[in-house]
């Protein structure tokens, strides 16, 4: 058990084979800033915990000491915030968690008692994944489906004299894979984006 004199610390709450877990991690390590993960795939009754404190079914949920920070995007679009504020996110891990007293809430713990094992599931014939811009995480194409759905909320575009339904503009598609994929050039983002197109086809 942490005593509360222990320094803060960011917490998680995430599931092994998770993109949204695997993502959001990802962008917190390109900072450099550190997390402690509390696995629901290897330690499933924590998920009452989770619950209890996010009232979220869904992960990741990030927890920075006791604040409860929300999933994948909620973490991003906190951290872009106060980056755009001219500081850097490591400054303000350093000052507002590390530098604060960790809680003493044992729901936050990680647990101690002996994992799950749980046998990986057999692959699925033909099934078709999509690797994401870091090169490891993949994704279903029903996962991207889905994922695309969230970032790109489609508009009625006119464009020379026809109105297109359902439509976003390509400069719009460059930077929600820029912001959710962590990709930090368009070109990339371009290339990726051309190469989702070749899955659907």
Not at 97 to 110: A, N, P, Y
Not at 193 to 200: A, I, P, V, Y
């Amino acid at each position: 058990m942490l005593k509360s004199t222990d320094k803060g610390r960011i917490t998680v709450f995430a599931l092994q084979e998770c993109p949204h877990c695997k993502r959001s991690k990802k962008y917190l390590e390109t900072r450099h800033v550190p997390y402690v993960e509390i696995s629901l795939t290897t330690h499933p009754d924590k998920r009452n915990d989770m619950l209890s404190l996010a009232d979220r079914l869904t992960v990741p949920q990030f927890f920075f000491n006791e604040q409860h920070i929300g999933g994948a995007d909620d973490l991003i679009a906190f951290v872009d915030d106060i980056e755009k504020k001219g500081t850097p996110f490591q400054n303000y891990y350093e000052k507002e968690i590390l530098g604060r007293k960790f809680s003493t809430d044992e729901r936050l713990q990680v647990p101690t008692t002996p994992p799950v094992q749980i046998e990986p599931p057999p692959p699925r014939p033909n099934e078709k994944s999509i690797v994401l811009p870091d090169g490891t995480t993949k994704m279903s194409v029903l996962e991207m489906t889905e994922k695309l759905r969230d970032i790109l909320t489609p508009n009625d575009l006119r464009f020379n004299l026809t109105i297109y339904k359902n439509a976003f503009t390509g400069i719009k598609a460059v930077k929600a894979f820029m912001d959710h994929f962590g990709i930090e050039d368009a070109q990339k983002a371009v290339e990726f984006g051309n190469s989702l197109m070749k899955e659907h086809k």
